[in-house]
């Protein structure tokens, strides 16, 4: 049972907050009951996993955790990139917050079996937010790190500013659905010819954007299976 | 310009962090430049504004933010909540995370222009990270409080555990869209008819499923206008 707050583990869950030891460890961190058993089902094996009360005294736990005080579970990773291969493929632009991240990943999973692929200026996946709102989705289908000209696949873009609708666009795979930051958006080159998704007002975020368009390509895979 | 963090102002603001006081005092906060505009927009009056480098020393104005230290801009409002009238409400059961409520009231703004319903147990849709996922919706279309048995529409249900999808229901107006908390989910009466969006793994999260069936709500209402 760990009891103080110097123990190695410990110090390596703390820096793992911080992205920059998480790219100079090659690790991350997964708080949650939920996460530790989805990593395990996909087959992740954990450098090692704190149990509060367990392993390591709970206030000591909830210390270094990165999402709150409830954590009862840490579990510590090698960071594992996916390929960017499939029949669909996710392709995120500039998406600089983590949330967004994360729960892209879960939709392209949940909805499509899809990987996502992370372009320049995206969020670190494997930050604490991104991996807890990717609900497990990080290990099931891990995202893979890649240009857009690296990808093969009919490329259909989806901006606010789009001309023509969603509902136009061919979403038979193979595809490449690409987004970009709700702010900035697409590069020029992508953002002349996307498409759009209806909206009275305001605009969605990138990450209501993607689970709209990914429940339609399922749809559209259903059809063709 | 305030320079004593003891400005009654700013200690209103530290305040309304706090469900108990905002209830008691009847107000919230509203961070950032977009969402007051969002505010003025939607004829919302403001009980008072501070600008960082203006009303306020700009830590000072820091200090007070809920959201973390970039807010230039904080707005104090009265609660004002909606009424549960429209061709297609949303009903939410149980939804006790703040950022899904905020995304929720969003989506059904951007997508449908509808309003959202907090049945039971829902999280406080002044809460400075509802307010913050709203993104001024919740100023365009704010939420109604209601029970299921006071709304008038068709009820569809949407649950993880549904028997039929989604594709299979009428989403003809007039509507009520039902949802509930991500684990607990509906009520048993409710979940007995519940359709769901098919998924390949894990399920989505109230505000992804909310956003996917108001996605095709709207393109019901649109072949139907």
């Known amino acids: 049972m ?18 920059s030891w998480r790219a100079k460890l090659g690790l991350f961190c997964a708080e949650g009951e939920d996460l530790a058993d989805a990593a395990a089902a ?12 367990e392993d390591v005294e709970p206030e000591l736990l909830a210390e270094v955790s990165a999402l709150g005080s409830g954590t009862r579970v840490v579990g510590v990773y090698a960071q594992r990139w996916g390929r960017p291969e499939g029949a669909l493929l996710v392709y995120l632009h500039g998406v600089e917050d983590p949330g967004n991240v994360g ?3 879960r939709s392209a999973h ?31 289908r891990p995202p893979a790190p890649a240009r857009l000209e690296q990808l093969s696949g009919r490329v259909v873009a989806l901006d606010a500013a789009g001309e023509r609708a969603l509902d ?15 702010r900035d ?37 259903a059809a063709h299976a």
């Open 2 to 19: 760990i009891t103080s707050p110097d123990n190695n583990k410990l110090k390596t869950i703390r820096k793992l907050q911080r992205k």
């Open 42 to 53: 996909a087959g992740w094996r954990s450098e090692f996993v704190l149990r509060a009360g």
């Open 103 to 105: 729960t892209v990943i």
């Open 110 to 140: 949940a909805l499509c079996d899809a990987t996502v692929v992370l372009g320049p200026g995206c969020a670190d996946p494997f930050s604490p937010k991104a991996v807890r709102a990717s609900m497990g989705s990080l290990f099931a």
């Open 168 to 182: 136009t666009a061919d979403l038979t795979p193979p595809l490449v659905l690409c987004l970009g930051a709700e």
């Open 185 to 221: 958006g697409l590069p020029a080159e992508l953002a002349a010819e996307a498409v759009r998704i209806p909206v009275i007002a305001d605009s969605l975020n990138v990450a209501m954007a993607a689970t709209i368009a990914l429940h339609d390509c399922a749809r559209r895979m």
